[in-house]
């Protein structure tokens, strides 16, 4: 199953509009940790991918966490003297400062200044803020517009949200495989009208349950669609028991910038996702960055916790916070790009088809080597004067399966792309000079994670 094929360069164009198409579907909604928004999110992802839709109360307590209180917003205004809205959610839900409690009263500007939020360095944009574990109020509006105000006016303000006992939502698209080994696919979606940071993460993860829906595949596959931060350690609470069966995970956010793209490697370094997303970034992209893990980011922090410490790093274009429209009104639909979308999604794929075909041979002839012009597997494809790449995948395949190496080993040790270095695998299996070793292992036994070894190894054994 060669999966990168599945999005050509051809089908790339249509594809990248449409999933802009789709993250312009969900851009306007006001989503939250909770509430209607993130309900209406997961409704709409699940008309295009299968989706268990999860509600978890309020008050439920999830490590050291519990769940809050559900958000909702009808509406939210700053109004002149004569009822005029100077500043209104209706045209922009980043107006509002997210899980702002309920307020509605007339103030002074001087009041009212305390709770207004600009950025002067970029005085056209309305950032984005959020209040979720302390109860509070606030309205965002660009810098410009505030100095446009009367600072010895009256105004009426009105946040019409209420904060109550519900639940959180989150959603699950399960796609079974060949084996109950999975692969986590993460993303956050809890932002509202943000395009980068929570659509393009979204959309990637959907289209990627889409195509991948669609293949026999080796690894069972599980896309979470989860408010930030609580909503991972929701999920990991409730399935602290099933975790050993990930064997490899990815969050996915920032994906539709024109920045390269970056890689955030997990908490383990050396993981078979890390070097895969290495291996696909190198041959696949221009100047991509791997980086270290640390303990600040999005999702892989709750993954990567020491308790559970699963291989899971996180893809990204370029690096949150390091963007100057992150986290304001410029994260719009204008910043993500529909060929960047595509591409994202096709490194993806590229990363799922190594961990797909990740596995070791044996070499059947390892007495010298065996003569590969009798078999017509010498026949260079790029002249006679210099050693065609694919010739000298097969010499490497051949050297170095030893039923101990895996293929992405290969990969890296020769310095090839990895689809050339499975291609010639698989020719050379099908010409009958490899064997396929059973059992390969799903998960590099490290140690350093002994509940996933031992999963490992019972999944070598066959018990599973
Ligand atoms: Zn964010």
């Known amino acids: 199953m060669t999966i990168s094929n599945h999005v050509d360069r051809k089908d790339s164009d249509r594809l990248g509009r449409e999933m802009h198409v ?110 979720y574990y302390k109860e509070d109020w606030g309205l965002c509006l660009s810098h410009n517009q505030m100095e446009s105000l009367d600072h010895g006016a009256e105004y009426e ?30 993303c956050h979606a809890c932002h509202p009208s943000l395009a980068n940071d929570n659509l393009s993460g979204v959309t990637v993860a959907t289209f990627l349950a889409g195509v991948l829906s669609r293949l026999d595949l080796r690894y069972s596959y599980r896309f979470l669609f989860v408010p930030g931060t609580i909503g991972a350690i929701t999920w990991l609470a409730r399935n602290q028991k099933h975790v050993d069966r990930i ?18 490697k997990s908490r383990r370094g050396d993981a078979e996702v890390d070097r895969a997303a290495a291996v696909v970034l190198k041959h696949e992209t221009d100047s991509a960055e791997v980086l270290e893990f640390s303990p600040y980011g999005y999702d892989e922090r ?38 960047r979308l595509a591409e994202s999604l096709r490194v993806c794929l590229s990363i799922v088809d190594v961990l797909e075909n990740n596995r070791r041979y044996r070499n059947l002839n390892p007495f010298c080597e065996p003569q590969l012009g009798r078999r017509n597997l010498y026949s260079s494809t790029s002249g006679s004067h210099t050693l065609g790449e694919e010739i000298n995948a ?63 190894a019972a999944l070598e054994s066959g018990s599973i």
């Open 247 to 264: 064997c490899h995970g990815l969050v996915l956010t920032c994906l539709g910038d024109a920045g390269r793209f970056h890689y955030k």
């Open 394 to 456: 097969r010499l490497w395949v051949l050297n170095l399966s030893d039923g101990e190496h895996t293929l992405l080993d290969i990969s890296e040790r020769s310095g090839m792309p990895f689809p050339v270095i499975r291609d010639a695998a698989h020719l050379l299996r099908d010409s009958g000079l490899l064997s396929t070793i059973k059992d390969s292992p799903v998960v590099r036994p490290d140690g350093s994670n002994s509940s996933t070894t031992r999963y490992s």
């Open 22 to 131: 789709f993250a312009a579907e969900l851009y306007p909604i006001c989503r939250s940790i909770t509430g209607n928004g993130i309900r209406q999110t997961l409704a709409t992802i699940g008309e295009r991918v299968p989706l268990r839709m999860v509600e978890v109360p309020s008050g439920t307590p999830v490590f050291d966490w519990t769940v809050p209180k559900e958000w909702n917003i009808n509406d939210g205004y700053i109004a002149d003297q004569s009822g005029h809205r100077v500043v209104d959610f209706r045209r922009c839900n980043l107006h509002v400062v997210n899980y702002s409690v309920p307020v509605c009263k007339k103030m002074s500007f001087d009041e009212l200044r305390n709770h207004l939020f600009t950025i002067p360095e970029h005085p056209d944009w309305i950032p984005y803020r959020t209040s």
């Open 157 to 186: 303000v009105c946040i019409d949200s209420s904060l109550s006992d519900g639940s959180l939502s989150y959603g699950e698209c399960y796609l079974p495989g060949e084996t109950p080994a999975e692969i986590l696919i993460s």
């Open 302 to 339: 709750q993954y990567c916790s020491p308790g559970f410490n699963l291989s899971v790093g996180c893809l990204m274009r370029s690096v949150w916070g390091t963007f100057p429209e992150y986290h304001t009104s410029a994260d719009n639909l204008e910043f993500i790009r529909p060929e």
